[in-house]
């Protein structure tokens, strides 16, 4: 590191084993003196910052020093390596100081310290903590108490702990949404140091990329914390209300320090809740997590749950769900773990949900991307006509019960808007997609009943019912002899989508629901029937009606770089008929 010798003002370097040095730590101004102007001797008396370093050296002379740091000018900034490795050891600089000199250009006379618009800057907090010897001084250089004699009126204004001021406390045993509060103020000229300046409070180290910009750098900070610690207090942050009604899907991550302001009380409990999935994980999509869900019993929609997270407002020994924080998390997909921070205003109490046998509380592991977004929309199904389902079809006649073997498959009859479309020749699977414009459908309010949130198209595919007829030793396929009888009519498949009811915290749903019913046939009439009832989603299994019952399954696929849900016949036995 760079020394300046508070005798001759000229730079001294050393590879280790520094002298002891005191550090000035101030507010950037005007001409300041640069590690460039003492390098080629320019004649820097006639710069305004050449008064400050001078005095500061002489205020480091008095007090027994020979050498003194200073950032203006102890550092080649032309130099990127130099900068970012600067940056990266300057807590550990400052700590390592025997004194830190702290001038505040802005306070003369009466003043109180605490008025300085030093005690607002970003690189100034890790200055102030850092260093175990703070003495200030105002602007004429008149000595205006230590940090010491100001610890008391510093914790109020800052929020700062006084362990923390004093260094009797580990800083990294301090929950990391509480050293966020303390720059949840301060500001920077430059917007990546937001993120730079807070690198030795959390004991990381990054490269340093100016140019791009305050979120990047803020989330690349975060990210590096997380990999770093398993403290789930990074998450303990809140957004004003009308900022959060705003956005719909958030991050577990937050935009900046502001949004931690309120989040200094918390602390991290002796008891935690146990994860049953591994530490937190960044990755390349986004960040992986093992929260304890509880769902909200009044959301209807059943995508939001409150994850409680390990930090607490109450004592150590404190097992209360009420005092901890919690974040309410939506499901984005039907077929995914995906999910978003929503109204990250409100924090809720989950202990009298839990207590009152309401909901339970389980541990998942769950996806957050660092922008969430609902994954592309599946608006469509797709169904193999080969697919078969085998059953037994009893008839009466005068020899009593007779077992006759048959089949059942599916026949498409795709109408607008739907479109039919062969995927391969060797597979005779059909995908049919809903028109984009249908993607949209939402609850128009709180009580709107389900057919009112159904969408009108609907895909309709014939289930054909074949006897299996013995000839020669063999079986053949015919159609069943017994229609057109109603009780053996063959029955449609109807399939379709529709909105989610309103969720507990009010905003937009993430996905369509798909749903599935049997009809007697595609009359208007019958399909109309369909489309008025209430319990499509209520009821998880429709089977078919008639001798050839079988269910069926819809699960996710991907086809030609889409995703659909496939139609799966499965086999049903109606035990009542034994």
């Keep these: 590191m760079r020394l300046l010798n508070t005798e001759t003002l000229k730079l001294e370097f050393f590879q280790a084993d520094a002298p002891r040095y005191a550090v000035l730590s101030h507010r950037w101004e005007e001409e300041e003196v640069t590690y460039e102007d003492i390098r080629t001797g320019r004649d820097v008396a006639q710069l305004k910052g050449y008064s400050k370093l001078r ?13 003194i740091w200073i950032d203006t000018c102890c550092i080649d900034k032309s130099s990127s390596a130099e900068l970012s490795e600067a940056i990266n050891s300057m807590f550990k600089w400052y700590k390592a100081s025997a004194e830190c000199i702290a001038y505040l250009s802005d306070i003369e006379g009466s003043r109180s310290i605490l008025e300085s618009r030093w005690f607002s800057r970003g690189w100034t907090l890790q200055e102030m903590i850092a260093p175990k010897q703070v003495n200030f001084y105002d602007r004429h250089w008149e000595p205006r108490g230590s940090k010491s004699d100001w610890k008391g009126a510093i914790q109020k204004n800052t929020g700062i702990p006084s362990g923390a001021l004093d260094g009797t406390v580990d800083l990294n045993t301090i929950p990391i949404c509480c050293k966020m509060s303390w720059a949840a103020g301060r500001v920077t000229t430059r917007g990546e140091d937001v993120a730079y300046c807070l690198l030795g409070i959390f004991n990381v180290n990054m490269p340093l990329l100016y140019g791009e910009g305050r979120d990047k750098a803020y989330r690349r900070l975060q990210e590096t914390i997380v990999r770093e610690n398993d403290d789930e207090s990074i998450f303990a942050w809140t957004a004003p209300p009308f900022e959060a009604l705003q956005v719909d899907f958030w ?36 960040l992986k997590a093992s929260l304890a869900l509880c769902p ?33 998390l939506q499901k984005l997909s039907e077929f995914e773990d995906q999910y978003a921070r929503v109204r990250p205003d409100k924090i809720r109490s989950v202990d009298s949900i839990v207590l009152a046998g309401q909901a339970q509380t389980s541990t998942r592991p769950i996806f957050v991307r660092s922008d969430p977004r609902p994954t592309d929309p599946v608006l469509g199904f797709c169904a193999d006509k080969s697919q078969k389902v085998h059953f037994d079809f009893p008839t009466n006649s005068h020899e009593g019960p007779v077992v006759l073997k048959g089949f059942t498959n ?40 389900l057919k009112s949130r159904r969408l009108d198209a609907v895909l309709r595919l014939r289930c054909r019912s074949f006897l299996l007829e013995e000839a020669d030793g063999n079986f053949q396929a015919r159609c069943s ?27 937009r749903s993430a996905f369509l629901k798909p749903w ?50 496939e139609v799966n016949v499965v086999s049903f036995t109606d035990d009542r008929s034994t």
């Design 481 to 507: 002899p017994f229609q057109p009888s109603p009780s053996y009519e063959d029955p449609y498949l109807l399939l379709g989508f529709e909105a989610l009811p309103r969720n507990a915290m009010g905003n």
């Design 55 to 67: 005095m500061s050296a002489q205020v480091a002379k008095g007090a027994g020093y020979d050498h």
């Design 410 to 449: 599916i026949e498409l009859e795709a109408s607008n808007p739907w479109l039919c479309q062969k995927v391969t020749d060797s597979r005779e699977v059909y995908s049919v997609e809903l028109s984009e414009d249908m993607a949209s459908a939402e609850a128009q309010n709180e009580t709107s009943s």
């Design 296 to 328: 909200i019993p009044e959301d209807m929609s059943k995508t939001q749950f409150l994850a409680v997270l390990n930090c607490s407002r109450s004592s150590e020994h404190s097992t209360s769900a009420s005092s901890s924080f919690t974040i309410t």
């Design 516 to 565: 599935y019913a049997f009809a007697s046939s595609s009359e208007p009439e019958a399909v109309q029937a369909i489309l008025t009832s209430e319990n499509l989603l209520e009821q998880s299994v429709h089977t078919a009606p008639g001798h050839s019952q079988f269910q069926i399954e819809l699960q996710a696929t991907t086809l030609n770089f889409r995703t659909f849900y």
């Design 251 to 286: 991050g577990l991550l937050a935009p900046s320090p502001a949004y931690f302001r309120d989040s200094r009380s918390y602390s991290i409990p002796r008891f935690k809740t146990w994860r049953t999935e591994g530490p937190l994980e960044i990755t390349n999509r986004g």
